[in-house]
Structure formats: structure tokens, C-alpha cells
């Protein structure tokens, strides 16, 4: 098995939007960190082998295919990042881990919970490392917020609100697609939650009881025919929940936010202080102190800089900002990290099961118009 | 009875927070506005006499009493304004209609529901004028506000998202009081609610349904003795509520939450374009139009100006911003054309029952752990 | 003469943007302070006798008269609010004084520096109180700024940048006006930089020399006859200055700046902090405070409360803001106060002599192309 | 000489800051544009053989040389990256250009002018291409701000402020270093002013005339023995300007700005409306334009976006943010499309030229308390 600073074959399943993010990482890791080897990016997997080469050399891969089961057996690849749709992800992910594989697997899991489950069993039988690409958690900022936290700077945490908004499908105008059909989902629930949740849970431990509302902005959309089709999914849900520690929740995600690109901002209210996070401004906190001189006291804009690593790793100045594509990097390191065994800020598929299931809870609860408990949720 | 330019004789109830808010508005509303007769400042009530003179001469009125009940009875005064705590509201202002005066009451409107109801039946009964001081939908800023949704600059509304926060009840150190005991109400919910339902009922009209989850912060305080007291009332509540327009809503209200001063924060979404709004920048609206260049789309943060009536009549010059007292002025002023039996911008007694009608259906949903019909609570 | 608690006679000169705002302060003082006696509205004075009449109806002034010396000679008369176009000030604040009266009048002093200086002569000989209403400095949030630097909280103050910017002269429509005409002076220069230059002076001393450079976006604008008319002020002026004290300063004022509604932008920087403000915010104040935790540095945004005074004599609640009217209410509550012989935070004819002089200093350096030294302008 | 889609091989010099900010960009520039060969990276040269080997590995460089001149005269080597100290430019440069390579050198180009001449020189009369690495012009914020101000969306401009603050030379406490030597060049004027005026020439050409105002905060600082050794530059700088397209301008430039981490903020004025930016929120622009509904003007808050390219290499979502390393790989690509011969957004060597031309004015002007005229600084 790859050592700490021996190089890793590398294999990358699909080259869309997350593909790429996961291709620039790979490239880039090495020289922004120097504390890892330099991975070998053995091959890359697209949906024909004519793409599949013309991304390769785009990409700097070796090799290409079109058949994911060739990547995935291949000696030559130690690690597999699968960025293909939700509804692969499963079957991929277990046959890399049973095929020895170390895998970074997009998030969510899989559209279906038992699938969710059967990737985490896979996991846990493989002795590989498993993650899911839960970004947002690798921000500096982020990163201070949680030692914030941890070290009591808010003092005793009581209240998180959370959201999270794009406007993507606000266009009443926009014709229906996929993401419109039951196939794909709740909705905005599993396509957007998951990632706040992914910090709330990072921050305060997991969901105990969820309450949920989701509604419909647009009951129909044009199809190609220029006919209506009826919505299937829900593009905003308003949650509200309990956590593990005593922490009262509510988590708010919408997709037809007008104004809103990439929201998620996160509201954190503590016997001492609060903190103020938005994706958005993805480079600043805001905390409040209730100490000292009360004339002076006010939220204070914090701007991240070397002070908060691993921001220095990319720029020894402060307040220059990292960018999103950034955070994929901090990622990637984090996973050779784990590969190597030493400790490592990832999310293992077994918390991604965790996520999930509170997703899972609040679709019931929206049914049921009753709290659910979510450990509730089998599996 | 009084007409729009005759001058009105004034009785105010009280001289805290809100009675010298009001004394404000009376000395100022005819120099402000200059539509209104100077209002004769005929009398004022305090805990006793002599503290009541004092007032007098403080805040320009002629006599001064220690009994409201001659205050309410003196054949000189046409209108009273009441400005004592909460549990007073009913007795006090059913007393003034019945004797034939105009009401200004501050909010909530009474602790008990069937004490609100009292309250209304005298009003409707009285053919006088009685209203509630939700001095937020007189800012300039609200107003816009309301013309952007009406006019449809935001398209068809589909989700609005309030929260109103501050930290007063912050500090764990902070003894017991009166707000901390049962007799005071739920907490924050009835305490800090009302005023961001105001805003809400005002855009979008009634409350359907609430569901409600409410928390403490602290579940004890330090007691006169040094002991330690049980805290019987919540300092946060989380509601998700459906609208009689079918407008998806949500409120938050915390009173500790640190580094909130005035926080009423709106967020609205619709088909066409978004609307946000802080009351800690009460002189300010975003707004977010989906309309033209893709490119130069964003939220415009719009300053009030003498383009947002009533500004135009405390300055001339936009983006100088107006003050909380203000608001007071103008709310003074459309009791004043209501009474002249103008049309005016108010919150009447019938308006503030519904107001008060879904709080109570939220504290039962708290108790149920299910949504509440508003029309079910009894009334 | 009048002592603290005998009320004085007021008489008013002018009704317009800031005499409607004098009658406002005049009105609200005592109720808002309590600590001065309620003045008599004495005499008001408009431009013709049935205005006057209107006006003083409308302000709560018991007299009226269309002539201003009859007001500054009568002698129910004790203090004179001037509000007049600056042309007229030098007259009536000399006279007002001659008469006895203390004088209250707006800014600046008078478009000829000669005339300045014979007001303040004037004023120096009369034993009399005069004052000129220069309101941000009683902003509480800038007495929090004041204090924040004498008491050291950002060390040694070494650079101050201050903006002044409205666009209501931004329209390349907008026809010529008098504002347009050499007769009403150099332009911004003398319209809008003594507001700031007040406050600089109130934190940091004179200005010992300056630097200016102006500029015309417009080089002509539309007559009455639908010509062109050349314009004859500058819109925008640039200023570099050295303080007393050895601060680095600059100003930059724009009448021009679209977008800019009521924008004083302060920066300050000192060897321990530094400090931001900006008047459309103007409840607000940025503080940066180097020391502690590197990791938690940022500009703590403060909002004024009852803590920073005389914010508790409006509102007892923090963050819910004073509006540009309550200035004058506190300005009109200083001069009492300097009327009566207690210390206060106001700005003299004295004071408002090196305003005017830097003023002066400012539109001889674009002239000569080089640094003039402030003391150098006669008087 | 290199085709657009034949691999070019590099040689850098230097791995500190901007030298590993380089390396960055040549690793990622083919995966994130795909339109450019993938460079070669050929050899990187560091203080000594060992330590180049060192970071060769770490950023994935072929060979490695403690030789720069081995470097330069390498014929696998086609571009050099040049991010020595200022004094080392010139020589490099020469030396690269002479051999008949590409040269892609940081900026400032020298600390004296003559230097900078020469280097520009060398430039002109090899036939190869040769830029500067002014990055913030790479933005694609600023690019939009380019475009808005060229495709007239304000008007006529007429005016601009511009600001360069950060604080790492804030504390009285940092021991005297190199910057603080006269050695250094003059102060911010010569370490920061070049990058703001990189933005101003782009969108309003060259500087006319400059005003110049220097200061130093502090006199000395602890030298190495423990006593106070005179500070020799200036850590703050104010510039009046006058540009060719006859705007107004103005820059403030300092490097003792507690609490200014990367400002480098923007403020310009037009007929028809506004811009502003900040880098400190690199991802936005805010755009203020006089037309339409009064009530509704206001400054739009644009995210950046897919919009905006090339934000959209880098990633296909609005408002997820790029960062400051991203500049460079845009950089980065337009040097390749230079050398491919294709338009390309760079600043050339005689480009550069001007802004350097521009701070030796200031300095002179500084000197003298006069207006000096850009043009007359030889050259």
C-alpha cells in the first residue's frame, strides 16, 4: 500500500464540473503542499474513449478509457475519483474498493439510501480509505470556525442557523429537466443539504430530530413538446432540528434564490459570542466577543491569512483569498493524508451515511408533518 | 368629534421606552408633516402625581395625574396613547374607547388571547379609532418594501424568510427577571414576534399554519438570594409557516443572540427578483432584479430618499437617513388621518388579533410537535 | 442672561432644507434631554409676513414676521437660529449679536472670507454665545470615534482619509443653476469640504497646510434659453493636507458622484489600530484593534447604543439607530449648554474661522499649483 | 519559435512568494484553459543546486540549476519566469532576452529608471515577447469593470480614486528590514503604486502629471543591535493625478494600514453612473447606474460568474470565487497567446515602462511640491 511519500496512481471517472475541480487538485496538490508526493495521474475514464483521451491530455492523465471497469482494475491506479452522477456512484465506488482501490467519491452518496448503505459496507469491509467530497469543510475559514468553537471563543453553543441558496432554477422560464423529476431526489433537500450539513454536523455532532416543510415555486414547467409538465421535486425546504449536543438548528435551502450564487451562510450563537460565515464571501469571518470595553464591541470581520492554515500554503500573504477550485486542493491533500495514515480533516463514507440519513428523515417528516427522530431512518 | 385640522387633545399612559417615544411623536407630527393640526398635549399619567408633573414639564404636556382612569375620563382629551406594560393594555384601553377616546396602544396587545379579544370587541364597538403601534411598517424602506411586492418587482413571491434577534438576555450572568417567569408569556415569541408578523401580514396577509420549536438558552438564572431559579420562558423560537397567498415562510426570534442589536432581517423571493432588508440598516433595501445584461445583475442596495414617502418630510436630501424615532413621528401622523377618517397606514385592533392569534398557535404547535391551523386558535 | 433652566426665546430665520430642521430641535429638545428648559418659540421669519405666518403656525412659533430685524430686535428674543443662503449670514448673525442675542447659525460662515471674519469679530465682541451648525460632530458614533482616539485605542494617529460625495449635481441634464455661478463660490470646495474638515479638526487639530487640485466633470449646462451656459464652480475637488498634530491627510470631496447620497467617509490609521466610518451608515463604526489573538483580528463593526452618548437620551435599546434629524436635537442641546456656561461639544465662529480658512488656503493652492500654508490667508 | 499548440519549455528563477505562484500557473494553466500546450517544465533555478533540486521536485520541474545564467542559455528552456528581488530584474531580463527567450518578469522591472529603460530595450529589439506580471488586471472582475467602462455603462468617466493598503509594516515594533532602507527604492510609492496604476492606465491610459505626498509613520525602527536606526522610506504615499483621457485621478497608497490585509480598492465616477471595487472582495463589483426608476437605483453587488470569463475556466457555477493564484494562471495564458501571436491581455515591458515613469514623477514631485509632468521623467 502507498506510503506517506511514495507517489499514488491516480484514476479520474468523469471530467464535468466536479471532474475537472478533482483533475486541477491532482496537478496541483504536490506544489501547493510539499508535504506529499507528486501522484501519478495514470488514467482518466470519459464516456467514450475518443473524449476520454482528449480530456487525458487536457488533464495531464497518462492513459484514458471509455469503460470505468478497466480504470478501476487497473495496477497501475492506487486511488479512483469518481465525479460522475449521483446514480453511479454507488455501483463505481464499490467495485474500486473491492478492487483494492482508495476512493474520493462525490457527494451525495447515492440517490437511494440502501445504496448509501451498501457504499459505506463496502468501505468498511475494503481497508481503504473512503471519502466523500465534502469541500466546503476544508476552508480556512471554516477551519477557524471550528476552533473557535471547539475552544470555547463563543463560549457554550446553543443555536445554529444555516443556508443555503442559488438561483439556478429560479427562471420560471426554464424548461423542465432532470433535475425537476422524482428521479433525481427531493430536491432541493438532497441536492443542497447535504453540504451545510456536512459543516453542522462537522461542528456540533449529528442530527437528532429533524421537522420539515418543502414547497414547490413553480407547480409546472415547459417540456419539449412546449407543453407543461407537472414538477416532481421540491426547490426549497426549511428545516428545522435538534442536534446531538443540545444545539437548536434550522437549515433553509433554496435553489430558485433569486440573487443568490453560492450562499452558504451560517449564523452560530453562543453563551460568549457569535460567528457569521457566508460561502459567498468565503475568505471572511465574523465573530462577536461579549468582552472587554462593551463601546467597542461589534462583529469583527476577520479577513483568513497565513494565521489560518492551510491558507499559507497558497499565498504567504494575508487577505489575498483562496477561490473554490482552493478548496478541492486542501481536499485532495487531506485525502493522501489518509491514505497515509496519518490523521486527516476528511468526511469518511460512514459520516456521509450520517448525512444522508438526516436528509432521508426530513423527507419523512415532510410526509408525516412530525418530527422525526433520524436515527430513526434504517440502515 | 375631531376633525383632520381641528387639533386633538392628547393623554399619554406612561413614560418608559415607548411613552417617551410617543411624547416624541406628539411634540413633532405637525412640524414633521405640516398635514396635521398641532395636537394639544392635555394631559399625562405616571405612577404618581408627582412623578407624573414632573413628566409633564418634561415633555410639554399641560396636567399630569396619577390615576390613568382620570386620564382616560377627561372630557378634554381625544385620544390616548398607552404605554404601560402588557398586562395593563386590556383594562386601560377598553376603558378609554368606552369613554369615547381613540386609542394608541403599544404591542403585543394583552398576555391572555381572551384578553386581546376583549380588547378588540371594545374597539368595534366604540366607532373609534384603535390602533397598534408596529411602528416597522412606517419606515420609508418598508414601504418601498410593500410597492416593490405589490407593483410585482419581484414577480410572483413565493418564500419569505424573517428573523428578529437581539442580545439583551444574552449574558448567562444576567439575574432573573420578569421576563424570565411564565406570567410574562412563551418568551421570545410573544415578545419579539409580533413585530416581524407585522411585516410579514402586512406584504402577504394572514398565517394559515405554524409549526413551532422554541429553546433555552439558559435553564436557570441566578436568583435575588444567590440560588439558582428555573428560567420558565423561551429565549428562542424557530417557526415554518404556509400563508394565506401561499408564500412559503419562515421566522427565527432569539433574545440572545449576541451581537444583535435591532436585528429584523427579511428575505424575500419571488419569480422576477429577491428583496432583502436589515432594521439595523433601516435605511437600506436590496434588491435583486432578474431583468437585462446577465452581467450586471446583483443586489442593489437602495438608500431611502425623499423618493420613499414620508422621507421627504423629515429631509430633503436622500441618504440621510431617518432614525427609529421617526418612525413613531409617522405612525402619529397616520393615527391623525385614520382618526380624520382619511386613509391611512395602520395596524387596527382586528389586524392585531391575527397577529397575536399565530403566536398562540405556535406555542400550542411547540406543545404538539405538529402544524397548527391559525383559524382553529379560538376567537 | 439666561441661565441653564430659565427658558429662552427663540427666533427663527429661515424655513427651508435646515431651518425646518432648527424648528425640529427646537421642538423636541427638552423632551428628548430633559436636563435643559423647554425654550419659547418666540418669533419666526420667513420672506413675506403671511408666510412667515404659515410657517410659524406650522412650527409652533408664536409670532411671525417677514422682516429679520424686527425678530433679531425683539426682545422676547434670546437666541437666533440663521438659516439662510450663506449670503445673508454675515448680516444677520453681526446684527443678532449687536442686539444682544446669541446666534446660532449654519455653515459655512460666508462666501467672503472678510466676512467671515467680521462675523466671528462680532461674535467675540458681544459676550454672546454663537455657534455654527456643524451636526456630525455630534454624531454619537464620531464622539465615539473622539474618544476612541484620545484615549488611545488605535496609539498614535499618523493618516486620516475623508471623503465627501452626493450626486445630486451628477445629471449632465440638470440645468445651470446658482450653484453652477462663481458668485456661490469655488464649488464642492466650500459646499461640502468644511463638514469634514470639522471633524478632522475635532480629532486632530488645524490644518497647517494643503494641497488642492479641482476639477469640472461638466464643462457647460443648459440655460433657461436652451443654450449652453459655461460653468463656473468645480464639482469635484482633491485636497492633500498636513495637520497640526503631524497627521498625513486627504480630502476628496464630489457633488458629482452618482450613487452618493449622504457619503462622509472617514478612514484613520494610528500605530495600534485603525478606525472607518461612513455617514450613510451612520449608527455605525469600524474599529481594527491590533492586539490578542492574531487569528481573530478584524474591523469590529459597532453599533451605537445607549453606551456611546447622547445615543440613551433617544432610545434606550441598542442598534435601533439615530436618523440625521436627531443631530440637531443634540446640537441644539450643546449650544443650550454653552448658553448657560456648561461645557459643550460645539463649534464656535472661532472655530469655524480656520474651517473656512483652510477653505480659503485649498482654492489659492489650485491656483498657484503648490502648498499653501493655512496661516498664510489673511485675517 | 513556439506555435500556439507546441509545448513551450520553462525555466523559472525563483520559488519565493511570486516564484511559487509561477510554478502554480505553469501547472495548471493546460487543465484549466485546454486551449494552450502543456509547457514543459524544464528547469527551475534556486540560491544553490541543492535547494533547486529541492523545489524542482516540489513543483514538478525536469532539472534544476544554483545558475541562472545556466538557466537562461538552456535551449530546452523557450519562456523564463523571472521572481528574483527588483534588483535582479534587469539582468535576468537582458540576459533571457538576448539568448531568445520569452520573458515573463515580476513588476516593479527595477529600482532605478535607467534600468527599466534598458530592460525595455532588450525587449524591443529581440523579437521576443516580454511581460510584467501585473495580475490583478487578469481578474475577471476587473475585466467586466473594463468593459463597463468602455462600452460607456457610466458614461463619460471623469473621475477615479484609487487605494493600495495593507498593514504588514504596521507595527513600531518590527525591527528595521530591507524595505526601510533607502536601498529599497522610495517607500509604498514604488512597492505598491505600480499595481493600481496598472488598473488606471488600463482603463484610462497614461498619467499626465502627478502630485505626490510622502509620509513616514515612523522615524526609526530597532536595528539588529537593539538601537533605533532611521527609517529611509516611506511607508505612505497620496498622489493627485491628471490622465491623458483628462480625468481626474487619485491614489493613497500604504503599507501601515492596521487592518487592510489586500485593499486595493476602486472608486470611479461617470456621467451615468458608478463603479466600485474592492480586492479585498475580489469576486464582486458594484455598479451604480442613473437610469430607470429612482426609487430603485442603487449599487448593484455583482458576483462573479461563468459571465465573466475566463471565470469560467475555472469554474462553470456563479459565485463560488476565484482566488488570488488564479490570477496568475490567467496570466499565465495570455503570455501563451502572446507568444502564440494571438491578442492577449498583458502589460508589456513598455507598458510597464510607463508606470514606472509615473512613480519617478511622483518622487520628483514629492521633491519639488509641484506638479511635474509625467512625460519630462527621461526616457
Known amino acids: ?44 475514464c470519459e464516456t467514450s474513449d475518443a473524449y476520454a483521451s482528449a480530456r487525458a491530455a487536457e ?29 453511479f456512484h454507488a455501483e463505481m465506488a464499490t467495485a474500486a474498493l473491492e478492487a483494492g482501490k482508495h476512493v474520493w467519491c462525490e ?9 448509501a448503505l451498501a457504499m459505506n459496507a463496502a468501505a468498511e469491509g475494503s481497508g481503504r480509505v473512503a471519502i466523500l ?13 471550528a476552533r473557535l468553537v471547539s475552544e470555547g471563543a463563543i463560549g457554550t453553543p446553543f443555536q445554529i442557523r444555516a443556508e443555503m441558496d442559488e438561483d439556478f432554477m429560479a427562471d420560471p ?30 461542528l456540533f455532532g449529528r442530527v437528532e430530530r429533524v421537522f420539515c416543510d418543502m414547497a414547490m415555486p413553480y407547480a409546472t ?47 452560530i450563537f453562543g453563551s460568549k459570542g457569535a460567528i457569521l460565515f457566508d460561502q459567498e464571501r468565503m475568505n471572511e469571518v465574523e465573530l462577536y466577543r461579549a468582552e472587554g470595553d462593551a463601546r467597542q464591541q461589534g462583529f469583527a470581520r476577520v479577513l483568513t491569512g497565513p494565521q489560518h492554515p492551510p491558507y499559507d500554503r497558497f499565498v504567504p500573504a494575508p487577505g489575498h483569498g483562496l477561490g473554490f477550485n482552493d478548496l478541492k486542493v486542501v481536499e485532495c491533500r487531506e485525502l493522501l493524508h489518509a491514505i497515509a495514515g496519518e ?16 436528509v432521508h428523515a426530513a423527507a419523512r ?9 433520524v436515527a430513526a431512518v434504517g440502515g
Open 59 to 87: 488533464f495531464g492523465f497518462a492513459r484514458a478509457t471509455g469503460d470505468w471497469r478497466t480504470l478501476v482494475s487497473d495496477p497501475a491506479v492506487d486511488v479512483v475519483s469518481i465525479t460522475t452522477p449521483n446514480q
Open 107 to 115: 457527494k451525495p452518496m447515492a440517490p437511494a439510501f440502501a445504496d
Open 1 to 44: 500500500m502507498a506510503m506517506s511519500n511514495a507517489p499514488l496512481g491516480v484514476g479520474l471517472i468523469g471530467t464535468g464540473y466536479m471532474g475537472k475541480c478533482h483533475a486541477l487538485a491532482w496537478n496541483a496538490v504536490r506544489a501547493v503542499f510539499g508535504d506529499v508526493a507528486r501522484p501519478r495521474l495514470e488514467m482518466l
Open 365 to 373: 417528516s415532510f410526509e408525516s408533518g412530525r418530527w422525526v427522530e
Open 343 to 358: 490523521p486527516a480533516t476528511v468526511i469518511s463514507f460512514a459520516e456521509g451515511i450520517e448525512l444522508e440519513r438526516t
Open 173 to 202: 422560464d426554464t424548461p423542465f429537466f432532470w433535475k425537476n423529476a422524482a428521479s433525481s431526489g427531493y430536491g432541493a433537500l438532497d441536492d443542497f443539504a447535504v453540504h451545510p450539513l456536512s459543516l453542522i454536523q462537522r
Open 133 to 145: 467530497g465534502y469541500n466546503y469543510i476544508q476552508n480556512p475559514a471554516f477551519r477557524e470556525i
Open 221 to 267: 414547467r415547459t417540456d419539449e413538446a412546449g407543453g407543461q409538465r407537472a414538477v416532481e421535486t421540491h426547490d426549497m425546504a426549511n428545516m428545522l432540528m435538534r442536534l446531538e449536543g443540545g444545539v437548536q438548528a434550522s437549515l433553509q435551502v433554496n435553489r430558485c434564490a433569486w440573487g443568490r450564487k453560492g450562499r452558504i451562510a451560517l449564523q
